[in-house]
């Protein structure tokens, strides 16, 4: 939150402002958000939605998150039709 807060007051000046943060605090901030993302994986209960995570994390690591946000929710919304199956 405050870092989108900096960012939207900021603009491009912010990478002056991460230049003066040691790069392991935001090490611990990444493994943090990390966990925190990871932990929506205990949440999924078929085989649909276990897909669906997988094709958006290839696809994140292939291209980039918006891409595989995209593709996550048209794939999650043509799975919730009951003739498609994986």
Known sequence: M???L???LLGSHIINVL???PMSILGVLLVFAGSQ???TVMDLN???EYFTATLILGITLASNLA???IAGLVV???LKWDK???
Request: proline share 0%; charged share 10%; no cysteine.
């Open 46 to 48: 078929t085989r649909k």
């Open 67 to 69: 891409a595989g946000f």
């Open 84 to 86: 498609l199956s994986v």
């Open 2 to 4: 405050v870092f989108a």
């Open 37 to 39: 993302l990871a932990l």
């Open 6 to 8: 900096m960012a939207i």
């Open 76 to 78: 999650a919304r043509l």
């Open 19 to 21: 230049n003066l943060l």
